[in-house]
């Protein structure tokens, strides 16, 4: 069992949609979560960064962590053809992170 | 640009040859690391340092990988004798001691022939 589990889709939306992306671990020692935005053939961009369990919201995107059944979403609000891209969920683990394979998303207009 | 800095961004080469990739960090980030993604995959941890000290190396990291950053600024990840499974894209990121968020830079594509 992987470490980080995630769907890799690929997920086919409408501009304007809600998207909701989520991945599971399996370790309860993981305490911080995040997610990262790649476009392809670029580097990981960090979107959004939560410790422990909670909601945190920036802009349109919110970043939710269940650690009772240890399940990390990222929602999507109004989404833009410009989301498209691959989205990667990784926790924090001892100085180093570790990724899920990533979603990848495609928003039409 | 204060972000991650990786070049070569595309290094096409034939197998048993010697390739270098060089990082530089964000100023003043302490820690360093090298990830490698293939496609349809997330990155994978290689190593890390903190400061010149290379704290942890994955097994993924084989005799013929070899990590260093002198003087604990820029960094290199030398491939010796590359095989065609070492096609990847090779990351580098870095995090100050203080924060618990890493940067990537842009990648070098490594294309093994």
């Known amino acids: 069992q992987k470490e980080v589990e995630q769907d890799p889709g690929p997920l086919s939306v409408p501009e304007g949609a809600i998207v909701s992306l989520n991945c599971t671990y399996s370790n309860s020692a993981f305490q911080y979560f995040m997610w990262y935005r790649q476009y392809s053939r670029k580097g990981p961009e960090l979107l959004m960064y939560?410790?422990?369990?909670g909601n945190k919201e920036d802009g349109r995107f919110t970043a939710q962590v269940d650690k009772s059944s240890k399940y990390i979403s990222l929602f999507i609000r109004d989404s833009q053809p410009s989301d498209s891209a691959t989205y990667l969920c990784?926790?924090?683990?001892?100085?180093?992170?570790?990724f899920g394979t990533g979603t990848r998303l495609q928003v039409f207009p | 640009d204060t972000g991650v800095s990786q070049n070569p961004r595309h290094k096409i080469t034939k197998r048993g040859q010697n390739v270098t990739f060089r990082c530089d960090p964000i100023?003043?980030?302490?820690?360093l690391y090298w990830y490698r993604q293939t496609l349809g995959q997330g990155p994978e941890f290689l190593t890390y340092f903190q400061n010149e000290a290379q704290l942890e190396k994955s097994r993924l990291l084989s005799d013929r990988f070899s990590a260093e950053r002198p003087k604990g600024s820029f960094s290199t990840l030398e491939i010796q004798r590359t095989e065609q499974g070492d096609s990847a894209m090779y990351l580098c990121a870095s995090s100050s001691g203080t924060e618990n968020t890493i940067y990537f830079g842009e990648g070098s594509w490594l294309t093994v022939v």
């Open positions: 100023s003043e980030h302490n820690r």
């Open positions: 939560t410790y422990s369990s």
């Open positions: 990784a926790t924090r683990y001892t100085d180093k992170l570790i």
